[in-house]
């Protein structure tokens, strides 16, 4: 199976700062990676697809990038709704694997 | 509008059965594989099953294999997951997602095992 390696696995950020998350893969996955964001109560929601592809009606201060074993998702500036938890998520193979999550909290 | 709804969730012993199901809406349901994953309290997500639209891929995780069984009736627009000989550690809500890879999640169902 593939591991996903999460980093950090929580973090407190300010608005307006600049957030990155790592997700770390125990071997190459190619871009078949996304990132989803989950609020306290809701499901789960896609923000990122083939490790860089905005999804649709998601603001552009959320970007993706990486390749192969090593990917980040970056919050260029956060904003008062973007308080959440993240995952990443491998489709490259059975059984696909979610990152442990970071939680982003108010400082 | 794309719309999932899970149902079939509930208090559960420990060795019995419960049958989930996710009733799709506004979108070719029949096109699209389809996933339930779940999610412990207060823990991360774990994917669980696919089911391709023509039902001819499944894929299980290796926690669930041999005990829950995933299916679709196209015709109704419903995916499905049956779940047999059931542990403490299932519980969980369950969510039923749509697509390869995942791209919408419905809302969830809670299954609690417990005695």
């Known amino acids: 199976d593939i591991q996903m390696t999460q980093s950090p696995s929580s973090l407190s950020a300010s608005v307006g700062d600049r957030v990155t998350i790592t997700c770390r893969a125990s071997?190459?996955?190619?871009?078949?990676l996304g990132w989803y964001q989950q609020k306290p109560g809701e499901a789960p929601k896609r923000l990122i697809y083939?490790?860089?592809g905005l999804q649709g009606g998601v603001p552009s201060r959320f970007s993706g990038s990486g390749s192969g074993t090593e990917f980040t998702l970056t919050i260029s500036s956060l904003q008062p709704e973007d308080f959440a938890t993240y995952y990443c998520l491998q489709h490259n193979s059975y059984p696909w694997t979610f990152g442990q999550g970071t939680k982003v909290e108010i400082k | 509008e794309v719309q999932l709804v899970e149902s079939g969730g509930g208090l559960v012993q420990p060795g019995g059965s419960l049958r989930l199901s996710c009733a799709a809406s506004?979108?070719?349901?029949?096109?699209?594989?389809m996933n339930w994953v779940r999610q412990a309290p207060g823990k991360g997500l774990e994917w669980v099953s696919y089911?391709?639209?023509?039902?001819?891929?499944?894929h299980y995780a290796d926690s669930v294999r041999g005990r829950f069984t995933i299916s679709r009736d196209n015709a109704k627009n419903s995916l499905y997951l049956q779940m047999n000989t059931l542990r403490a550690e299932d519980t969980a809500v369950y969510y039923c997602?749509?697509?390869?890879?995942?791209?919408?999640w419905g809302q969830g169902t809670l299954v609690t095992v417990s005695s």
């Open positions: 089911i391709s639209g023509t039902t001819t891929t499944i």
């Open positions: 071997q190459g996955i190619r871009n078949d």
């Open positions: 083939a490790g860089s």
């Open positions: 506004g979108f070719t349901f029949s096109t699209w594989g």
């Open positions: 997602a749509r697509g390869y890879p995942i791209d919408f």
